[in-house]
């Protein structure tokens, strides 16, 4: 009795000393992600900070793989669902993107999923994990691998290294796009319209249309965001690939797709973000969702093995730096073919 009582206290306290590492790690990229940025300089963000620190987090601490599930399930829907509050329906009716704007988000979309899935192919990826790089590169980076994940049934080992994978080809999409649009001779429409198709993260996108100045700024949210809602066309999809996948010749379309519970919420935080909550309080909301994404991806980053992760994201490096620059190819020519 007394062996099982001390067996039980050491779980605890192996557990209590988990949470608080995850969530001193946690505040730790959020305080250098704001001092970064008050300071006018540039910054990966608080989630790939903290899922650069999470990756480092595991050489002092040991995480049980069912309790990070745990966290990981709970955390990230509520997450989800408070990120809808950033998006506004409104675009897709206020024609401020205009043709062009709509046919580089379907180009981009598109020519992201064909290329990443050929790729894939080609390179031994699993269909699945091809299917959640093609996300993050077709709307919005990590929220969407993350977003997809879940149905696709990928584990945090898995998801870690499309998230890597996607944070890096981001990255070289942000610091890219401005240098080229100024060598191509891009307007300011134009080359905001194309940070907007082509940046992965919101963030990220929004600071290239920063850069570049002028109307890109409100170009490449606009465009952004638009791109965002292909989320509520992707999770189902996800749901419905990973089922076919799974189900036999006699079942594929019978089987019942296993959609998230966070879709539905989200689609409601995007419509009363749109109709009834006030914009600053809409902001807050979404504000807290990517607070909250963090401790997701400390999670993700304490999950993997660096050495593991090396040899895995390989291939996925490789498929998605493909699907970016022929991304970035299309929609440069869509706009151009339009503008």
């Not at 790690?25 to 999470?54: E, K, N, P, Q, Y």
């Not at 899935?117 to 980076?141: D, E, N, T, V």
């Not at 082509?198 to 963030?203: D, K, L, M, Q, W």
Request: glycine share 10%; with cysteine.
């Amino acid at each position: 009795m007394i062996r099982m009582t001390s067996n039980r206290l050491g779980e605890s306290l192996i557990r209590t000393r988990s949470v608080f590492a995850i969530a001193i790690v946690s505040l730790l990229a959020i305080l250098i992600d704001a001092i970064l940025d008050s300071r006018g300089m540039f910054s990966l963000g608080a989630g790939t900070l903290g899922f650069l620190l999470g990756l480092f987090l595991t050489s002092f601490f040991v995480i049980e793989t069912v309790e990070r599930k745990y966290a990981i399930d709970s955390i990230l829907p509520a997450a989800i669902v408070l990120l809808g509050f950033g998006l506004d329906m409104a675009l897709l009716s206020s024609g401020d993107l205009g043709v062009a704007g709509l046919a580089s988000i379907l180009v981009a979309i598109t020519v992201a999923f064909i290329t990443t899935m050929i790729m894939g192919k080609i390179l031994g990826i699993g269909a699945p994990q091809s299917f959640a790089l093609g996300a993050g590169g077709a709307i919005c980076g990590t929220s969407a691998v993350l977003a997809v994940a879940p149905s696709l049934r990928l584990d945090a080992a898995k998801t870690g290294a499309i998230v890597a994978v996607v944070n890096l080809l981001g990255l070289a999409t942000f610091l890219s796009v401005p240098i080229l649009s100024h060598l191509l001779g891009m307007g300011d429409q134009t080359s905001g319209i194309w940070a907007g198709s082509t940046v992965h993260a919101v963030p990220q996108a929004i600071a290239a249309g920063e850069a570049l100045g002028g109307d890109a700024l409100s170009l490449a949210s606009g465009t952004k965001l638009t791109r965002v809602l292909g989320l509520l066309v992707i999770v189902p999809a996800a749901s419905l690939f990973a089922g076919n996948k799974e189900a036999t010749s006699t079942d594929k379309w019978s089987k019942k797709a296993n959609i998230p519970l966070f879709l539905p919420g989200f689609i409601l935080a995007s419509i009363l973000a749109t109709t009834l909550v006030p914009a600053q309080i809409a902001t807050e909301l979404e504000n807290f969702g990517s607070v909250l994404m963090v401790p997701v991806l400390v999670l993700i980053g304490s999950s993997i093995d660096v050495k593991e992760l090396v040899g895995a994201a390989g291939p996925i490096l490789w498929a998605g730096a493909v699907s970016t620059v022929i991304v970035m190819a299309s929609t440069a020519l869509t706009l151009a073919m339009l503008m």
